[in-house]
Antibody
Framework: EVQLLESGGGLEQPGGSLRLSCVAS????????TTWVRQAPGKGLEWVSS????????YYADSVKGRFTISRDNSRNTLYLQMDSLRAEDTAVYYC???????????????WGQGTMVTVSS | EIVLTQSPATLSLSPGERATLSCRAS??????LAWYQQKPGQAPRLLIY???NRATGIPARISGSGSGTDFTLTISSLEPEDFAVYYC?????????FGQGSRLEIK
């Protein structure tokens, strides 16, 4: 079964840091772009960041650029999101997703994790 | 940035009726558009990719059409499990963008 399992969310103060992880199983992780998407409480979906299958190319939303870092370890089938200088507006459920096709494209998102909640508050 | 505008914001229909949701892009996305369904407390689910291709396990009553800037998601005969929020998403250009969502509610 194809699965993504996120962890690392929690309560953090403004200005603090968190590191999210997403462990993949059931598919060849190293062949696919992977992406973080977030959803603030009661709001819509927001793309956060994507990383190419090799990890050589990364992409960020303007709202997180310079504060968040996406990375991956293909030997561990794991995607990461290092979140620094957190703000209240980063409060959201963070989903890890997989591209619907392999090769060199971000694709659409055919597999989603269950999400991990990040709350930024003093 | 490509802005996706969905309409209507809310659609109230009864089971068995036909639902038509729209997504309009601020510039052409070719056919690089997807539709997702989200139910309360759940992750989104991919329904349609690249404008008109059903994802694995999606029933034939759900279809997508369009290209360029105007896209439609159609559910031919609503089942109780179809009442949810629907989002469109483009992958033509960075940044990836989503529409604001359309809620399909039971009348």
């Amino acid at each position: 079964e194809v699965q993504l399992l996120e962890s690392g969310g929690g309560l953090e103060q403004p200005g603090g840091s968190l590191r999210l992880s997403c462990v993949a199983s059931g598919f060849t992780f190293s062949r696919y772009f992977t992406t973080w998407v977030r959803q603030a409480p009661g709001k819509g979906l927001e793309w956060v960041s994507s990383i190419s299958s090799s990890g050589d190319n990364t992409y960020y939303a303007d709202s997180v650029k310079g504060r968040f870092t996406i990375s991956r370890d293909n030997s561990r089938n794991t995607l990461y999101l290092q979140m620094d200088s957190l703000r209240a507006e980063d409060t959201a459920v963070y989903y890890c997703t997989k591209a619907h096709i392999g090769a060199f494209t971000v694709g659409h998102f055919d597999v989603w994790g269950q999400g991990t909640m990040v709350t930024v508050s003093s | 940035e490509i802005v996706l505008t969905q309409s209507p914001a809310t659609l109230s229909l009864s089971p068995g009726e036909r639902a038509t949701l729209s997504c309009r892009a601020s510039q052409s996305v070719n056919s690089y558009l997807a539709w997702y369904q989200q139910k309360p407390g759940q992750a989104p689910r991919l329904l349609i990719y690249d404008a008109s291709n059903r994802a694995t396990g999606i029933p034939a009553r759900i279809s997508g059409s369009g290209s360029g800037t105007d896209f439609t998601l159609t559910i031919s005969s609503l089942e109780p499990e179809d009442f949810a929020v629907y989002y469109c998403q483009q992958r033509k250009d960075w940044p990836i963008t989503f529409g604001q969502g359309s809620r399909l509610e039971i009348k």
